[in-house]
Nanobody, 115 residues
Framework: QVQLMESGGGLVQPGGSLTLSCVAS????????MSWYRQAPGKERELVAR????????TYADSVKGRFAISRDNAKTTVYLQMNSLKPEDTAVYYC????????WGQGTQVTVSS
């Protein structure tokens, strides 16, 4: 079955950087668009970034454009989210998601931006 294992979160100061990873299994990774979402306390889950099957197309939420970068390594069935210039409002649980099983959510990884 589908498994998505997120990692790389943590506590970081404003202006800092983190790289999140998501290892996928249970489906043919290269065939599907992959996405990162986040959910802050008391808020709806929102799309952060999306990447096409071979990485040629990416889209970003306006709030992260120019600061975050999504990438993927199809050989490792892994999708990444490089996050730079982090702000307190980026604090959230971050989840990856696949078009193969859009209703499946892993445990996520907590990102806390605070001084």
């Amino acid at each position: 079955q589908v498994q998505l294992m997120e990692s790389g979160g943590g506590l970081v100061q404003p202006g800092g950087s983190l790289t999140l990873s998501c290892v996928a299994s249970g489906f043919t990774f290269i065939n599907y668009i992959m996405s990162w979402y986040r959910q802050a306390p008391g808020k709806e889950r929102e799309l952060v970034a999306r990447i096409s099957q071979f990485g040629s197309l990416t889209t970003y939420a306006d709030s992260v454009k120019g600061r975050f970068a999504i990438s993927r390594d199809n050989a490792k069935t892994t999708v990444y989210l490089q996050m730079n210039s982090l702000k307190p409002e980026d604090t959230a649980v971050y989840y990856c998601n696949t078009y193969y099983a859009p209703d499946y959510w892993g445990q996520g990884t907590q990102v806390t931006v605070s001084s």
